[in-house]
């Protein structure tokens, strides 16, 4: 996310106008999960129980995630709307590369709300770190609930995918992205796995102001995420934060935008049966846009 960040500060200082961001994680060497065993930061049961009780490490997992990111006003397709990102580091920590900090935590949220002139009351749902750790999750959520409960009527979303698919470490923000920008699009929010029974050293998921579930998504969805890496940055960890707002739904087609569909077959005849319900399948533009995506990257080659 630490690249997302820097794409978003070059689109706007004019620098380009367009970027891909990409990340990937391969679990390629064994000796690196080792080391992270011995460090005592694998859950030893191989689940991610984000926010649990019971939660004990995080699990090592592969993903490769790219992002494309463009100006508004000359974008064909939003998913979603960068209202804001930010970046910081912890310094030197007696602790260690991996004991979290919550000061600097609680500073850079607010810093990166203050620049975008928007309440933290206002957030809808935060797509946090949660890693399923001891000391991580409660640092996390407790500095949450502290800047984005006040004052609110109803609780606060969180969840973690990392719950839903482990740890991909250097891609996991991008994993992060990527649920929630489904999610606005798909109109729910996955719930998190392994969820039975709150940290006791959470206590705003014990008294209802955070709360864990599926949601129907509304049109102004605010959704924070929180992304922290051992990756260096001046010889110390980073950790960021991005704002999302909801992109407004396509309602009419636009003429004007060309779109390319690809039909394939293995035989004549399955190929005049799939165009032809393609051609029955055109009713709407949404359907429209997914059934492109699904043609171009949901087939298996012939």
Do not use: W
Request: charged fraction near 20%; include cysteine; charge should be neutral.
């Amino acid at each position: 996310m630490l690249a997302f960040h820097e794409a978003v500060l070059s689109i706007r200082a004019g620098e380009c106008d367009a970027a891909l961001v990409g990340g990937s994680n391969l679990t390629l060497k064994p000796t690196e999960s080792l080391q992270f065993h011995r460090l005592s930061m694998l859950s030893p049961d191989g689940a991610c129980k984000a926010f649990d009780a019971s939660g004990n490490g995080y699990v090592r997992s592969e993903a490769c995630v790219v992002v494309f990111l463009q100006k508004s006003k000359v974008s064909k397709r939003i998913y979603a709307t960068v209202v804001n990102t930010g970046s910081n580091t912890d310094g030197y920590k007696g602790q260690g590369i991996t004991f979290p900090n919550g000061e600097i935590q609680r500073a850079l949220v607010e810093r990166v709300f203050q620049d975008a002139q928007i309440s933290p009351s206002e957030v809808a749902y935060v797509e946090a770190h949660g890693t399923g750790t001891k000391v991580g999750d409660p640092q996390e959520v407790n500095n949450i609930a502290e800047i984005f409960c006040k004052g609110r009527t109803t609780p606060l979303l969180i969840g973690s995918v990392k719950s839903n698919m482990g740890h991909s470490e250097p891609a996991s923000g991008l994993c992060s992205l990527v649920k929630v920008l489904i999610a606005m699009e798909a109109g729910t929010i996955p719930a998190n796995l392994h969820f039975k029974s709150p940290n006791k050293d959470i206590p705003s998921l014990l008294d209802g102001r955070l709360a864990l579930e599926t949601m129907p998504r509304d049109d102004d969805l605010i959704t924070l995420l929180h992304d922290i890496h051992k990756q260096n940055v001046n010889g110390h960890p980073y950790r960021g934060y991005t704002v999302l707002g909801a992109a407004t739904p396509i309602k009419e087609c636009d003429v004007s935008i060309t779109k390319f569909l690809m039909v394939h077959a293995s035989v004549a005849e399955y190929l005049s049966t799939a165009v032809a319900a393609v051609a029955q399948s055109i009713a709407s533009c949404i359907e429209h846009f997914r059934l492109l995506r699904i043609q171009r990257t949901g087939c298996s080659p012939t």
